[in-house]
């Protein structure tokens, strides 16, 4: 599948449109739209390109990953998917928003579709494979598209980083367990790319992140 990037609001999130170029069907991944005109950016790329939004799906469910959830499926009338560990933070979305001084309106919003370790995702001829990876937060997904090459690691790994664990439900030993564990095992040429921040791979992760290196030389505050 393809895969185009945006990055959206004052935290610099990335939002993903993963899409099948042969049926046309896409998913938003990680909606950020804070605004009129990033809402309008990323229906712009999809109306220039015919694409059908089929799935909304949130790696996590933090403000600034969620906070252009409720205008993305008011807009494209599809439900949102996401892990049931992380079905609390959409609850506390608004209460999230205030944490962070954001000033636009918010709404709380629900999982419609409860996704686990495994599951497959279909998006027109593609396939995103759902990978567990909690320690940013409970629900915390990848996204694995196996033919494509490629995964989206939400905010758990970053180019030479790693996700934050000191907000609600984060813990610093799980998160990189969940990386080592299912992550790193996927081929050395899969790209990685994240909530934040540009593109990497998991090959130079391996060897060049300083917090998954054996003797890492920088280590997360449990």
């Known amino acids: ?8 609001s004052l935290f610099g999130i990335n ?26 950016a990323l229906s712009r790329f999809l109306e220039k390109n015919s694409l059908v939004v089929t799935n909304i799906i949130d790696t996590h469910l933090h403000i600034d990953h969620a906070i252009g959830v409720a205008y993305a499926k008011k807009k494209y009338g599809v439900p949102l998917a ?11 979305l608004r209460q999230q928003a205030e944490a962070f001084g954001i000033k636009e309106k918010v709404e709380d919003v629900a999982i419609d579709t409860f996704v686990e370790a495994g599951d497959k995702i279909k998006i027109g001829n593609g396939t995103l494979e759902v990978l567990h990876v909690p320690g940013h937060s409970p629900g915390s997904i990848a996204l694995y598209d196996r033919d494509g090459g490629f995964v989206i690691t939400g905010d758990a790994l970053f180019q030479g980083s790693v996700g ?11 998160l990189i367990k969940s990386i080592r564990d299912n992550l790193l095992p996927l081929p050395d040429s899969t790209v990685v790319y994240p909530g934040h921040g540009p593109s990497s791979t998991i090959g130079r992760e391996k060897t060049a992140n300083p917090f998954l290196a054996e003797n890492p030389r920088y280590r997360l505050k449990f």
Not at 1 to 8: D, G, L, P, T, Y
Not at 82 to 92: I, K, M, Q, V, W
Not at 164 to 174: A, E, F, K, Q, S
């Open 82 to 92: 996401g892990h049931r560990e992380d079905a609390f933070l959409g609850d506390r």
């Open 164 to 174: 934050r664990t000191d907000l609600p439900g984060g813990n610093g030993n799980t």
């Open 15 to 40: 939002t993903y449109v993963v899409y099948d170029p042969t049926s046309k069907k896409a998913a938003i991944v990680d909606p950020g739209m804070i605004n009129t005109e990033e809402e309008e």
């Open 1 to 8: 599948m393809n895969i185009a990037r945006f990055e959206f």
